[in-house]
């Protein structure tokens, strides 16, 4: 079945250690994001790539980056996680037009030791 | 900037009685989807409502969008405990050409 694949699950890190997290989709779609979820608050979008072009939003701290070498894998880089970053890191794609349905991973549970 | 709240923050309810969550904008939307996610999960899609006065149906569930296209809402009929979640709606578009979601409503339906 096509499918947005999140690995791994769960990952643990430690303080300032920098961690990848990956995204993968045999949906084909162009457009692919990157969202953080804490507890009990919505998905917060972090950045979103249209084919090549990135596109980050404003309130994204520089710790955050985010690779998409295909269009099938995107990444996302946090370079030196903090405690507040321990969070459900969700990735998404779409077809790029005026509907942009979501269609989500699984996601990644951080946890920031 | 644009926001999207969501009422109430929390329901919970007996099976069989009926929900309502609202969404509620600050500016004109140009579109409003709805999202389900269930406790340990991920969103997933449920539908999108584009035009002024709009309602659609999918079974127990009835989705409205305002006549000024500045709100929306989901009722649930009958609830199941299948239909325990955080619903979220979310606008894509509009002015700002932004994403963003609605701050979520939970509900929780006992047997």
């Known amino acids: 079945d096509a499918m947005v694949i999140q690995n791994p699950r769960y990952q643990v890190t430690q303080f300032g250690k920098p961690v990848t997290l990956s995204c993968s989709q045999t949906?084909?779609?162009?457009?692919m994001y990157w969202y953080q979820q804490k507890s009990s608050q919505a998905p917060k979008l972090l950045f979103h790539y249209y084919d090549k072009d990135f596109n980050n939003e404003a309130d994204t701290p520089d710790n955050f980056q985010s690779r998409r070498p295909n269009t099938s894998f995107c990444f996302l880089d946090i370079r030196s996680p903090g405690l507040g970053d321990a969070a459900m890191y969700l990735c998404?794609?779409?077809?790029?037009?005026?509907?942009?349905?979501?269609?989500f991973g699984a996601g990644t549970r951080l946890s920031v030791l | 900037g644009q926001q999207v709240m969501q009422i109430p923050q929390y329901q919970h309810v007996q099976e069989g009685e009926d929900f309502t969550t609202y969404c509620n904008s600050s500016?004109?939307?140009?579109?409003i989807q709805w999202y389900k996610q269930r406790p340990g999960g991920h969103p997933v899609f449920l539908i999108q409502l584009v035009k002024s006065g709009e309602v659609k149906k999918q079974k127990r569930l009835t989705f409205q969008f305002g006549e000024a296209k500045k709100n929306s809402s989901l009722h649930i009929t009958a609830t199941q405990t299948t239909d325990v979640g955080t619903y979220f709606c979310m606008n894509y578009g509009g002015a700002t050409n932004k994403l963003i979601f609605g701050t979520g409503t939970l509900l929780a339906v006992q047997p």
């Open positions: 949906l084909n779609h162009n457009v």
């Open positions: 500016t004109t939307l140009s579109n």
């Open positions: 998404a794609t779409s077809i790029q037009g005026t509907k942009n349905i979501q269609y």
